[in-house]
């Protein structure tokens, strides 16, 4: 069963442009952990956020977290033509990690 | 570290065959899940393991499927007979110790039954 949904589904932007992702879950989690993948290519771990934090930066990377909204979001600044992939959010249940709907991102050059 | 292996990268089968999915973890991790890709269902659970022992298997979709983790380097995922509808891309990753550890995913498993 999926954990979390992303929005929007598909997201399409010019470089240099932000794009956005928001993802939805249901349970009390520890952390949340976003990952990319790549078209035929396996997933990818880009960040962490602890149920105890509110917002963590690394790069062009921003990720917030509203546990009372159970909704993160991950918004990537100044995009380039290679952040295009997928994206989605995960979340823990017990052991397990379980991955949410994903966000289709397109960046033109 | 190479990372996590997985073997074949591609698979094309008829209905009724056997169907077997190889992964090596890195070294030193302690948990290997296997996960299913498609388009309609997006990434599925099947099972994972912690050292080498079969925690949960609730995401095995029917007998047909099986796993077996022999020792800490190396999972495989059968299915038996195959059907058209197991076409997915067939993931293995596996984690460090510790709850908050990231997933290593291997490049998948693309798997086509006809």
């Known amino acids: 069963s999926q954990q979390g949904e992303e929005d929007p589904q598909a997201l399409s932007i010019q470089e240099g442009e932000n794009a956005t992702m928001n993802c939805s879950y249901k349970t009390s989690i520890n952390n949340l952990q976003w990952y990319r993948q790549n078209s035929g290519r396996g997933l990818v771990h880009l960040i962490l956020?602890?149920?105890?934090?509110r917002e963590k930066h690394s790069g062009r990377l921003r990720v917030t977290l509203d546990t009372s909204k159970k909704s993160s979001s991950l918004l990537i600044t100044a995009s380039r033509a290679a952040d295009t992939a997928s994206y989605f959010c995960a979340t823990i249940n017990t052991d397990k990690l379980i991955f949410g709907t994903g966000t289709r991102l397109q960046v033109f050059p | 570290d190479a990372g996590v292996i997985q073997s074949p990268r591609h698979e094309v089968t008829e209905m009724g065959q056997e169907v077997t999915l190889r992964c090596k973890p890195i070294?030193?991790?302690?948990?290997l899940f296997w996960y299913r890709q498609t388009m309609m269902r997006g990434l599925e659970l099947l099972i994972y393991f912690n050292n080498n022992v079969p925690i949960d298997d609730s995401g095995m979709p029917e007998d047909r499927f099986s796993a077996k983790m022999p020792n800490a380097s190396f999972s495989t995922l059968k299915i038996q007979p195959s059907e058209p509808r197991d076409s997915a891309v067939y993931f293995c990753?596996?984690?460090?110790?510790?709850?908050?550890?990231?997933?290593?995913f291997g490049e998948g498993s693309r798997l086509t039954v006809l």
């Open positions: 956020i602890r149920s105890n934090e």
């Open positions: 070294s030193g991790h302690d948990y």
């Open positions: 990753a596996s984690r460090t110790p510790g709850h908050s550890g990231e997933l290593f």
